[in-house]
Nanobody, 122 residues
């Protein structure tokens, strides 16, 4: 069974950091681009970042550029999202998703995790 499982979410103060992980089971991530998306209460799901199959290409939403870093360790079948200088507006459920290439579109992804909640608040 193909599964993506996110972890690392939690409550953090503004200016703090978190590292999210996206672990795959039932398939190898080597052949997939992995995207991180987020959905805040009352808002649509939006793309945050994406990394190509072997990490040679990454992209970021303007709202997180310079603060978030996506990386992958194919040997561990895991993708990470390092989030620094967190702001209250980063509060959302964060999802990872897999596809053959990065499109940045929710409907362009083939497999989804169930999400992990990130709350940025003092």
């Amino acid at each position: 069974q193909l599964q993506l499982v996110e972890s690392g979410g939690g409550l953090v103060q503004p200016g703090g950091s978190l590292r999210l992980s996206c672990a795959a089971s039932g398939f190898t991530l080597d052949y997939y681009a992995i995207g991180w998306f987020r959905q805040a209460p009352g808002k649509e799901r939006e793309g945050v970042s994406c990394i190509s199959t072997h990490g040679e290409s990454t992209n970021y939403a303007d709202s997180v550029k310079g603060r978030f870093t996506i990386s992958r360790d194919n040997a561990k079948n895991t993708v990470y999202l390092q989030m620094n200088s967190l702001k209250p507006e980063d509060t959302a459920v964060y999802y990872c998703a897999a596809a053959l290439y990065c499109s940045g579109r929710v409907d362009g992804m083939d497999y989804w995790g169930k999400g992990t909640l990130v709350t940025v608040s003092s």
